[in-house]
């Protein structure tokens, strides 16, 4: 059989640097057998794992273990209390239903880094809240971990602050239809045992009934919260938060999904815009048509970039060939020799077989942070294509939590996990009528546009059957002729999966999109001082960078000397802040493993 997706391209045409690849879907994860259970497994790029507690991202776990959230009792007013190190945190009380305040309370969970300057004095600059995307990503995760490097890039004058939006993390009512961790490993151990989207006749059927069963127990299990979490509330909710600190304009810094959720912010409240930044910006027309076609245009490209990287480093890519062809053509073959004789690994009551599936969704992984990724990545393939699996091993563990069973005295708190996420993701879609037919031509379309397609197309298919609707039913358009203030959009040359900041900069009118030549998923994949005093000077000063604004980056992906370090700072500001920027690139993930969709 054929193995190419469609033709090579003129050596002229980039594009021809891959000479793209296997239709068979690949899988989205890797299970690495112990002699007790599963250790280990690897989330897919199209989604975080469905079953995993959706605080894991980033979270200042030794502190959170000794901090107990029902502690704080739900206010309408913020009552700060010392948390974590150097945190506070405060869960506001708000109406679970904004048009019928009858319907009961939620309670916001949020954290805080505080500004080092006199909240009530001249100097102090307010509230800047964060998404880290999702949907479903945790602001109380994403804080407690980086608050400290993101005020170092803003300003000390800034309180930053992190939120689990609704159904999601310590925010209540949550979604989670586990009540059980040990009945939530038992499911994620049925759902990576199943077949792939089309290794068999029935394997896209057996998708779509996982997807339909995941939906059922939404249903039955976690029916009320999933009734008010779609983005339309949790806009709201961000204005509460705004007007719970006694301000009317809301800062935001929200990446990836957090685009959706500002930009529709834009779009019901531009009045309430204060300094408003999108990064990493989706497609909001796409989003909320529940049809998740547009995010993989400049996927491959990004992958394009890493084989010419590779070529230009010569021995400090491990792979390095003289082109970028004859690079691209090494890795596909080691992926074929995986094909032919997968590599075993066994040692100290590790065993497991390495797919040419895994390789492949590490891959797409790896290019949401390719600066941070991909040298070590590079290394791991070469030990690969020696029939050493070990390193891939390690390289695959060091990202991701492991199956276990906790038994504690203790009962963990109900934090949901990735249910939360498909409960968000459909409550949003204005069109859930999905069958087999449209799913197949779905997952064919997308392997045209991305040899990923086989990844991505997974999404889409977490809406069949699902049967909760919001009781405010809020799907758009995203389109604003004026808001109080211009919003800034941050867009990536090679982003993976989210392309679209020009379209949307169309439809917030006034809007202005700062272009920062690399690849990766959002600002923070790698490191650029352009971009980030553009950042700095719109949230202080309100300064936005010129229309058609291009920055360059300060790394490389193979070539030590460039990761970071070829730009000499001229002042100790620049240093300071080039070393946030550094620190920020490596805490951040914004995308698979272990969190995002986005």
């Given at each position: 059989m054929?193995?190419?997706l469609?033709e090579?391209?003129?050596?002229?045409?980039?594009?021809?640097?891959?000479?793209?690849?296997?239709?068979?879907?690949q899988?989205?994860?890797?299970?690495?057998?112990?002699a007790?259970?599963?250790?280990l497994?690897?989330?897919s790029?199209?989604?975080r794992?469905?079953?995993?507690r959706?605080d894991?991202?980033?979270?200042?776990?030794?502190d959170e273990a000794l901090?107990?959230?029902?502690?704080?009792k739900p206010?309408k007013?913020?009552?700060w209390?010392?948390?974590y190190?150097?945190?506070?945190?405060?869960?506001?009380k708000?109406?679970?239903?904004?048009h019928?305040?009858g319907?009961?309370?939620?309670?916001?969970?949020?954290?805080?880094?505080?500004?080092?300057?006199?909240?009530?004095?001249?100097?102090?600059?307010?509230?800047?809240?964060?998404?880290p995307g999702?949907?479903?990503?945790?602001?109380?995760g994403?804080?407690s971990n980086?608050?400290?490097?993101?005020?170092?890039?803003v300003g000390?004058e800034?309180?930053?602050?992190?939120f689990?939006?609704?159904?999601?993390?310590?925010?209540?009512?949550?979604?989670?239809?586990?009540?059980?961790p040990?009945e939530r490993?038992?499911?994620?151990?049925?759902?990576?045992?199943?077949?792939?989207i089309n290794?068999?006749?029935?394997?896209?059927?057996?998708v779509?009934?996982?997807?339909?069963l995941?939906?059922?127990?939404i249903?039955?299990?976690?029916?009320?919260?999933?009734q008010?979490?779609?983005?339309a509330?949790?806009?709201?909710?961000?204005?509460?938060?705004?007007k719970?600190?006694?301000?009317?304009?809301?800062?935001?810094?929200?990446f990836?999904?957090?685009s959706?959720?500002?930009?529709?912010f834009?779009?019901?409240?531009?009045?309430h815009?204060?300094?408003?930044v999108?990064?990493?910006?989706?497609?909001?027309e796409?989003?909320?048509?529940g049809?998740?076609?547009?995010?993989?245009?400049?996927?491959?490209r990004?992958?394009?970039?890493v084989?010419?990287?590779?070529?230009?480093?010569?021995?400090?890519?491990?792979?390095?060939?003289?082109s970028?062809e004859?690079?691209?053509a090494?890795?596909f073959?080691?992926?074929?020799?995986?094909?032919?004789?997968?590599?075993?690994?066994?040692?100290d009551?590790i065993?497991?077989i390495i797919?040419?599936?895994?390789?492949?969704?590490v891959?797409?992984?790896?290019?949401?942070?390719?600066?941070?990724?991909?040298k070590?990545?590079?290394?791991?393939?070469?030990?690969?294509e020696e029939g050493?699996?070990?390193?891939?091993?390690?390289?695959?563990?060091?990202?991701?939590?492991?199956?276990s069973?906790?038994?504690g005295?203790?009962?963990?708190?109900?934090t949901?996990?990735?249910?939360g996420q498909?409960?968000?993701?459909?409550?949003?879609?204005?069109?859930?009528?999905?069958?087999?037919k449209?799913?197949?031509?779905?997952?064919?379309?997308?392997?045209k546009v991305?040899?990923?397609?086989?990844?991505?197309?997974?999404?889409?298919?977490?809406?069949?059957n699902s049967?909760?609707?919001?009781?405010?039913?809020w799907?758009?358009?995203?389109?604003v002729?004026?808001t109080?203030f211009?919003?800034?959009m941050?867009?990536?040359?090679e982003?993976?999966v989210?392309p679209d900041?020009?379209?949307?900069?169309?439809?917030?009118?006034?809007?202005v999109?700062?272009t920062q030549k690399?690849?990766?998923?959002?600002?923070?994949?790698?490191?650029?001082?352009?971009?980030?005093?553009?950042?700095?000077?719109?949230?202080?000063d309100?300064i936005l960078?010129?229309?058609g604004?291009?920055?360059?980056i300060?790394?490389?992906?193979f070539?030590?000397?460039?990761?970071?370090?070829?730009?000499?700072?001229?002042?100790?500001?620049?240093?300071q802040?080039?070393d946030?920027?550094q620190?920020?690139?490596?805490?951040?993930?914004?995308g698979?493993p272990?969190?995002?969709?986005?």
């Open positions: 054929d193995k190419r469609f090579s391209k003129s050596e002229a045409d980039p594009s021809s640097y891959i000479s793209t690849r296997s239709r068979r879907s899988n989205r994860r890797l299970l690495v057998c112990t007790v259970a599963a250790a497994y690897l989330l790029g199209a989604v794992d469905r079953f995993d959706a894991n991202f980033v979270t200042n776990s030794a901090f107990d959230w029902d502690k704080i206010t007013d913020l009552k209390l010392p948390c190190k150097g945190f506070e945190c405060a869960r506001l708000v109406p679970l239903d904004y019928d305040h319907a009961g309370d939620a309670a916001i969970a949020m954290i805080k880094y505080p500004a080092k300057v006199d909240t009530k004095g001249d100097k102090y600059k307010g509230p800047i809240l964060f998404n999702g949907p479903g990503g945790s602001g109380v994403l804080i980086l608050g400290p490097i993101f005020q170092t890039v000390n800034f309180d930053i602050i992190g689990d939006p609704r159904g999601v993390g310590h925010t209540t009512p949550v979604v989670d239809v586990f009540p059980f040990l490993e038992s499911y994620a151990l049925r759902y990576l045992d199943a077949p792939l290794q068999t006749s029935t394997a896209l059927s057996e779509m009934s996982r997807a339909k995941l939906n059922q127990l249903g039955d299990r976690a029916n009320l919260a999933a008010y979490i779609n983005t509330v949790v806009c709201t909710d961000m204005l509460s938060i705004v719970a600190h006694g301000q009317e304009k809301l800062q935001y810094w929200g990836s999904y957090g959706v959720l500002g930009n529709s834009a779009t019901l409240y531009p009045e815009v204060g300094r408003l999108v990064d990493g910006v989706v497609d909001a796409d989003y909320y048509a049809l998740w076609s547009t995010n993989l245009r400049n996927t491959d990004g992958l394009r970039l084989f010419q990287q590779c070529a230009d480093s010569g021995k400090e890519c491990a792979l390095n060939e003289p970028a004859e690079v691209e090494r890795y073959k080691i992926l074929d020799s995986l094909d032919a004789s997968p590599v075993t690994v066994h040692s009551g065993s497991g797919l040419r599936k895994y390789v492949h969704v891959m797409f992984s790896s290019l949401y942070s390719p600066y941070r990724t991909m070590v990545f590079f290394e791991v393939l070469k030990a690969l050493d699996g070990m390193p891939f091993y390690v390289f695959v563990a060091g990202l991701l939590p492991s199956l069973c906790d038994c005295s203790k009962p963990r708190p109900r949901g996990g990735g249910e498909s409960a968000i993701i459909c409550s949003d879609a204005h069109s859930l009528d999905f069958d087999h449209a799913m197949q031509k779905h997952f064919e379309q997308l392997s991305s040899i990923f397609g086989d990844i991505w197309s997974e999404i889409r298919m977490s809406c069949i049967k909760v609707r919001p009781k405010w039913e799907h758009g358009p995203v389109v002729n004026q109080s211009p919003v800034l941050i867009d990536n040359t982003d993976p989210t900041a020009q379209k949307m900069s169309k439809a917030i009118n006034g809007s999109v700062l690399s690849a990766g998923h959002c600002s923070l994949a790698a490191s650029s001082l352009c971009t980030f005093k553009a950042i700095r000077s719109y949230f202080n309100g960078p010129k229309e604004t291009v920055c360059d300060e790394d490389h992906m070539l030590l000397d460039k990761m970071g370090g070829s730009y000499t700072a001229t002042s100790e500001e620049d240093k802040l080039l946030a920027l620190e920020l690139s490596k805490g951040f993930r914004v698979p272990p969190h995002l969709t986005f």
